[in-house]
């Protein structure tokens, strides 16, 4: 069996990876199972596919494994598309939830709620070598609140407003969530992708 390198020490990452992608042909790996437990890879690009096919060539080239990377962030219309990829540190370092979540709500304080729309995006990437990369993109539309509400998730989640569900994302059951979720999009992408390749 192949192996393949997830480009993060995110356990609940690894985890729904592994499921999702359970009947392909290969074992997925974290950076703390290759001796790369906190590998620090600069996110410089100007866009989620950069960061993201950034991060899965540097883990390729260190390992010699085919590598999955994804990079994931808020867009808000309002603000012509920020956070976007600077989403985890909006507020600046150290990250913080906290702060980014405060931040994004006085930047659309007095926004009235019809303007307030936004996307949740992620990126993920298949990287072998420069010649096989494979790409894959989810996405999710709602609204942004101008309070937090529900417990569960992380992120800007008690803050992104789902119509149709009538909840936050801190408000779904994880099941809920990967159901509708922009990573849980991406990766069924990415699994039609690896289907069309086998």
Do not use: C, W
Request: no cysteine; glycine share 8%.
């Amino acid at each position: 069996m192949n192996k393949v390198v997830l480009a993060s020490s995110n356990s609940h990452k690894l985890k729904e990876l592994q499921a999702m992608l359970s009947e392909f042909d290969f074992e997925l790996l974290s950076l703390s199972d290759v001796g790369l437990a906190g590998l620090d890879i600069p996110e410089d690009g100007d866009t989620f596919e950069a960061n993201s096919l950034q991060k899965a060539k540097v883990v390729a080239e260190l390992t010699g494994h085919p590598a999955i990377a994804d990079d994931s962030g808020l867009m808000v219309d309002h603000l012509n598309g920020a956070p976007g990829v600077y989403s985890a540190r909006y507020a600046g370092e150290p990250k913080s939830d906290k702060a980014n979540n405060a931040k994004l709500i006085e930047a659309l304080r007095g926004v009235p709620e019809s303007d307030r729309t936004a996307k949740f995006v992620t990126v993920i990437t298949f990287y072998v070598d420069e010649a096989h990369i494979l790409t894959a993109r989810g996405e999710v539309e709602g609204h942004i609140l101008s309070e937090e509400r529900g417990s569960s998730g992380f992120g800007y989640d008690p803050l992104f407003y789902v119509e149709s569900l009538d909840k936050t994302f801190a408000e779904l059951s994880s099941e809920e969530k990967n159901a509708i979720s922009h990573r849980g999009r991406a990766i069924m992408k990415l699994r039609s992708l690896f289907e069309k390749r086998s």
